[in-house]
């Protein structure tokens, strides 16, 4: 057995082989805490699950670690435009902190609803000032900073490699240079290490410097979070395809900046969740939210199976016919589960968490073992869920196997998955009758107050039909939304 990935620093798939031993530290990059996470941004974070869990099936001992931004992520990831958090905040009449807080708590609902493992460490930016100060402090000691107009940037032409991942060189950056100019820059791709002259007023958050009051650029969290907690050298960093050309090539730059060494060894990048008209992102109108998914009467594990039907890194167009074909799917497999479970007295589930050898030696002597051996295989294969999916749908209807090795292994495959294929199928709708209780109410509530002062009048309009047809009634008063049920 051994596990293979594609890792974007070599553009290939390459056999996975810890710095030592059998741990694995892993950084996920993780949610600007300004909005809801849209059903894009969660595709993501349900990678990085199924990479846990397998790493963790496959014996590895993973740290896992995740950042929340609430600092320093503007609206353009090349300190373009606004702090998102601060814009936020303005917008919806809150502070910086309440608006973090509360996203980052229906940040963490939505991963739980999708069975979303806990990251081992989740870290906030605001909470790592100072480390962040230590590292630039560092890369200033190195040469690789100057400070204009009162910001310090990162002078990217003092790391040759810079780009090398996302495969370009300084040169040919050089030429093609298509980012707006900013004069404080002595190359447009510099990007800033520390901001004191805010580009707008209010910055809320400011701490003292050694380059005075100011905040942090959004790319130093990365850096400086994932090497306390991880070390200056770790095995995996992942995020979406979009963060390769800026984010994560500035998180090189300062990271290998600072210490002189490799940094990440490899790097996993998720494909994008697209809508038939493109790219679903804040920005655009196509916004479609878990809690969305779950008012149209999905169960949230629907949208799991969805994103597992595709592998990682190929694109997976999202539509409300194929969260009908997901469901359907899902709900047969539980019938299927149920039929085989009827009659067998003395049901021997793997419910303990489980090693892939000691599941293997548990089915040395049972016909289901080849089903298994190519579940394995294909989760090694740069974690082909599709694969692994199919084997799973082929076994549960192999009549050759008894209906107990069947279930036993299916268990286990459910393990990886985290499909909850072995709760009953009433337990799923009890979840979507439960869905429309009053704190989802409030939750829709405020989702639309947020869509009508971001001017979304369309997605406004939408949650308020949403609830009508479920016999709840809105009325707009002076002192807020009121709901009452019809
Ligand atoms: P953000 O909160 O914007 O930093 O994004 C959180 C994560 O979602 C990042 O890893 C992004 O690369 C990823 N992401 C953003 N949009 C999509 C999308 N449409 N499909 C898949 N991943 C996405
Ligand atoms: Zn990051």
Not at 48 to 63: K, M
Not at 239 to 246: Q, S, T, V, W
Not at 252 to 271: C, D, L
């Amino acid at each position: 057995m051994s596990l293979r990935v594609y890792n974007t620093l070599g553009k290939k798939i390459e056999e996975f082989k810890p710095l030592s031993g059998m741990k694995v530290g892993f950084y996920g990059c993780g949610p600007t805490v300004y909005n809801y996470a849209h059903i894009g941004n969660l595709r993501a974070y349900v990678f990085q699950d199924i990479l846990t869990r397998t790493l963790s099936f496959l014996g590895y001992d993973v740290t896992h670690v995740m950042n929340i931004t609430d600092v320093g992520h503007l609206s353009g990831d090349n300190d373009e435009g606004e702090d998102k958090m601060v814009k936020s905040a303005k917008e919806r009449g809150k502070s910086v902190m309440q608006i973090a807080d509360y996203y980052t708590k229906a940040f963490f609902t939505d991963t739980e609803r999708l069975n979303i493992l806990k990251p081992t460490i989740v870290c906030k930016a605001t909470d790592h000032i100072p480390e962040m100060i230590a590292l630039i402090k560092r890369l200033e000691e190195r040469g690789h900073t100057y400070f204009s107009e009162g910001n310090l940037y990162y002078d990217i032409s003092t790391f040759p490699d810079y780009g090398k991942m996302a495969g370009f060189t300084l040169d040919e950056l050089k030429a093609g240079a298509r980012v707006a100019i900013d004069k404080n820059k002595k190359n447009p791709h510099d990007f800033v290490l520390w901001f004191t002259q805010s580009k707008f007023e209010n910055q809320a958050l400011l701490w003292d410097s050694p380059w005075g009051k100011g905040y942090p650029g959004w790319h130093i969290e990365c850096s400086a979070m994932s090497m306390k907690y991880l070390g200056e050298q770790f095995e995996i960093h992942s995020g979406g395809i979009d963060h390769i050309r800026i984010h994560h090539t500035n998180e090189i730059a300062q990271s290998e900046g600072a210490t002189g060494k490799p940094w990440v060894k490899y790097w996993m990048h998720n494909e994008f969740l697209v809508m038939n008209k493109g790219k679903m992102s804040k920005s655009s109108g196509e916004f479609i939210t878990l809690q969305a998914v779950i008012d149209k009467g999905f169960d949230p594990i629907d949208y799991r199976f969805l994103l597992l039907g595709g592998h990682y890194r190929s694109q997976l167009t999202f539509s409300w016919e194929a969260m009908e074909t997901a469901k359907n799917a899902r709900k047969s497999l539980q019938q299927r589960i149920e039929n085989l479970k009827s009659g067998i007295e003395n049901l021997s589930l793997i419910e303990e968490k489980i090693s892939a050898s000691d599941a293997e030696k548990l089915l040395r002597n049972s016909p289901a073992l080849p089903y298994f051996e190519s579940f394995v295989q294909a989760l090694e294969d740069d974690l082909s869920t599709p694969r692994a999916i199919s084997e799973m749908q082929q076994l549960i209807k192999d009549k050759t196997i008894s209906a107990e090795d069947r279930l036993k292994t299916l268990s286990i495959f459910d393990q990886i998955f985290g499909l909850n294929l072995f709760e009953k199928s009433e337990s799923n709708s009890n979840k979507q009758e439960s869905a429309m209780d009053e704190q989802s109410i409030l939750t829709l509530i405020q989702e639309r107050t947020d869509a009508k002062n971001a001017k979304n009048y369309q997605r406004a309009d939408e949650i308020r039909d949403e609830l009508r047809t479920k016999g709840i009634i809105l009325e707009d008063t002076p002192k807020g939304t009121v709901w009452k049920r019809i």
